[in-house]
Each structure stands twice: as C-alpha cells, then as structure tokens.
C-alpha cells in the first residue's frame, strides 16, 4: 500500500513563487511514478508534472519553464517548486502514484492519491 502525504498549501501573489511536496510511504520514489495534478473550480483535473521510477520528467504546456518537480531521496519525497506564479494557476493540487510504467499525466492511471493541498495566487 502507497500512501502520500502533502503538507498544507498556500497563498502568494502573482509573480511569486511556491515550493511544496508529497511524502510517499510504503515505497521508495524509485518504485513508482508520480505526478501532481490540479483541479480549479467548476473545471476537470489536469495534470500539471509527473516523474517516472527513473527521474524522467514531463511537464503540462501550462506550466513548462515555470514549475520544477525533483526527488529528495533522502526524505522520500517530491518537490514541486513553482516560479513565476499566475491568478491562473489557482487550484487544489493533488500527489499522485502509480506502479504502472511510462503513463505519464493520464489521469486514471494512478492509483494512490494525496488529501491535495490548496494554491491560491492573487493578482
């Protein structure tokens, strides 16, 4: 059994910049892949950045150039640092495992899924 640990979110002004993770217990970052997804209101989960069991690591149009996801192997956990931040990227941002290879952010391929923490980005 996965479980997946997100601490509490958080708010910040346009332009700013986030660093949050997910904990993963159970299993070690190089036995599953991982991915956040996010879901702003009234609108469908999408996935935002995924990490395969080897490090590899793809990343939503959205988002690309501005977020960063990286391992910390010594606290088994992921890292999302998320730069240049915009009203937009306002949403409950979820964790998410998977055992299945190279699925990368298709939403129903993973299994385990985090308690999902708030963003909120102000203009």
């Known amino acids: 059994q996965v479980l997946l640990v997100e601490p509490g979110g958080d708010s910040v002004q346009a332009g700013g910049s986030l660093r949050l993770s997910c904990a993963i217990f159970g299993y070690t970052l190089s036995d599953v892949g991982m991915a956040w997804f996010r879901q702003a209101p009234c609108k469908k989960r999408e996935g935002v950045a995924t990490m395969d069991s080897v490090g590899s690591t793809t990343y939503a149009d959205s988002v690309k150039g501005r977020f960063i996801i990286f391992r910390d192997d010594a606290k088994n956990r992921l890292v999302r640092q998320m730069n240049s931040l915009k009203p937009e990227d306002t949403a409950m941002y979820y964790c998410?495992?998977?055992?299945?290879?190279?699925?990368?952010?298709?939403?129903?391929?993973?299994?385990?899924w985090g308690q999902g923490t708030q963003v909120t980005v102000s203009s």
């Open positions: 998410a495992a998977t055992h299945r290879p190279g699925v990368g952010l298709v939403l129903n391929a993973y299994t385990y």
